[in-house]
C-alpha cells in the first residue's frame, strides 16, 4: 500500500487543531451537504452536530436523497455542493461532461471490521443458495443499471463462475420488500440493514462482500467540477469539517477507543438521522451493527476506483475511453493505490 501525502490537507488540519478555521474562506458560508439516512454518512451528521463545519467556516445544510444518481444530478446543477455516495455508471458519465468530480474516499471494506453482507431470501436459501457460489443464474436485487449493488453482484458471482439475473428496483425499501417476499434472490448491503433482516428469518446471511473485494472504497465524496477547479478553499473547509466527524465516528464507533459512554452519545446522534421512525432503544442495535471504517481525511483508495471503472467499461455501461483522472481530483487528500 503506498500513501502520498497532501500537504493542503494536512496544514489544515493542523489549523484546526488550534481552533482556526480555514483563512481563504468567508465565515458561515452556506453549504449544502447530499445524505442518505445510513450510517456510513455519519461523517456529514458528526460534523454538523458537533460543530465541526462550522469551524472550518461552513454553515451546513444537509439534503437526504433516496439513492446515489439523483445525488448526483443535484450536485451536477448545482442544487447540492457536496455528496458522499458509491461510484455508479451515471456518477462516472457525469464526470466525463465535466459536471463532477470524486474528491476523496468515505466507506471502506476492511479486514477485521465486519462490512457488508451478502444476502439470501429465505425461499432461495431453502432452494439451495447458501452461499455466493450458488448465485449463477439467480435473481439479483440492484437500484439502477451500474449501481453499487450491480457492480458488487457482478464481481462477487463473477468470483465463482457464474452471472446473475439482476433486477432493478430503483430504491433500497423496494430491494428489501422483494427479497423478503421472495420475488428476487439474493442482494448485498451495509450491516446494520443486513443483520436485521436476517434476524427476522425471512433473509439470510450467505457470504461477506470484503471476502470478494477486500479494501472496496464503497462510497466516495464528491463535489461539482466547478468547486474542485475554481473553489479549492470551499472544497478543503469542507473535507475539514467532514475530516474531523470521521475521526470522531472511527475513534467511537469502529476502534472503540472512546468508551461505552461515548458510544452511547454517539448512537444518539446518529439516530436523528438514520432509523429516527424507530424507538432509540430498537433502533440503537443496527446502529451499532453498521458500524464500518470510514477513511481517515477522506483518503481515497484508487486502486479501487481503477478498478470499479474497469468493470463499468467492460460491462458496456461507461464509454471506454474514460480515464481515472475524469472522474477522480486527487489534489486534495491522501491516495492509496492497493
Known amino acids: 500500500m503506498k500513501i502520498t501525502r497532501r500537504e493542503t490537507l494536512g496544514l489544515l488540519g493542523g489549523a484546526a487543531a488550534f481552533g482556526l478555521a480555514s483563512p481563504a474562506i468567508a465565515q458561515n458560508r452556506k453549504t ?22 462550522k469551524d472550518a467556516g461552513l454553515d451546513v445544510e444537509l439534503k437526504f436523497f433516496q439513492a446515489a444518481q439523483p445525488m ?19 456518477l462516472i458519465s457525469l464526470a466525463q461532461k465535466d459536471a463532477v468530480r470524486v474528491i476523496g474516499g468515505a466507506l471502506s471494506e476492511e479486514k477485521g471490521i465486519d462490512g457488508q453482507k451478502i ?23 440492484t437500484t439502477t443499471a451500474g449501481s453499487s449493488f450491480h457492480y458488487m453482484g457482478s464481481k462477487i458471482a463473477a468470483a465463482e463462475g457464474g452471472e446473475p439475473q439482476f433486477i432493478p428496483l430503483q430504491k433500497v425499501g423496494a430491494i428489501i420488500g422483494a427479497l423478503k417476499s421472495g420475488q428476487i434472490d439474493a442482494w448485498s448491503i451495509v450491516p446494520h440493514i443486513a443483520k ?29 467540477k466547478t468547486n474542485a477547479s475554481d473553489d479549492a478553499a470551499l472544497v478543503k473547509s469542507f473535507l475539514e469539517g467532514f475530516s474531523a466527524g470521521v475521526d470522531d465516528y ?89
Open 119 to 141: 444476502l439470501a431470501s429465505d425461499a432461495a436459501f431453502k432452494a439451495g443458495l447458501t452461499s455466493a457460489a450458488q448465485l449463477d443464474g439467480k435473481r439479483f436485487g
Open 72 to 90: 448526483a444530478v443535484a450536485i451536477a446543477s448545482g442544487d447540492v455542493d457536496f455528496g458522499v455516495t458509491a461510484m455508479s455508471g451515471g
Open 250 to 338: 472511527d475513534d467511537t464507533m469502529v476502534d472503540r477507543t472512546k468508551g461505552d459512554a461515548a458510544v452511547e452519545d454517539m448512537v444518539d446522534l446518529i439516530h436523528k438521522y438514520v432509523y429516527n421512525d424507530r424507538p432509540r432503544e430498537k433502533a440503537a442495535p443496527s446502529i451499532i451493527n453498521g458500524s464500518m471504517r470510514l477513511n481517515r481525511g477522506a483518503a481515497l483508495n484508487v486502486a479501487s476506483i481503477q478498478d470499479q471503472l474497469d468493470w463499468f467499461q467492460s460491462e458496456g455501461l461507461v464509454d471506454s475511453s474514460i480515464t481515472l483522472d475524469t472522474i477522480v481530483d486527487t489534489s486534495f487528500v491522501d491516495v492509496i493505490d492497493g
Open 32 to 53: 449544502v451537504v447530499g445524505a442518505l439516512s445510513l450510517t456510513s454518512h455519519s461523517g456529514s451528521f458528526i460534523a454538523l452536530e458537533r460543530g465541526y463545519f
Open 196 to 224: 436485521p433482516l436476517a434476524g427476522s428469518g425471512a433473509v439470510h446471511i450467505i457470504g461477506d462482500v470484503a471476502d470478494y473485494l477486500p479494501n472496496y472504497q464503497v462510497t466516495t465524496v464528491f463535489t461539482s
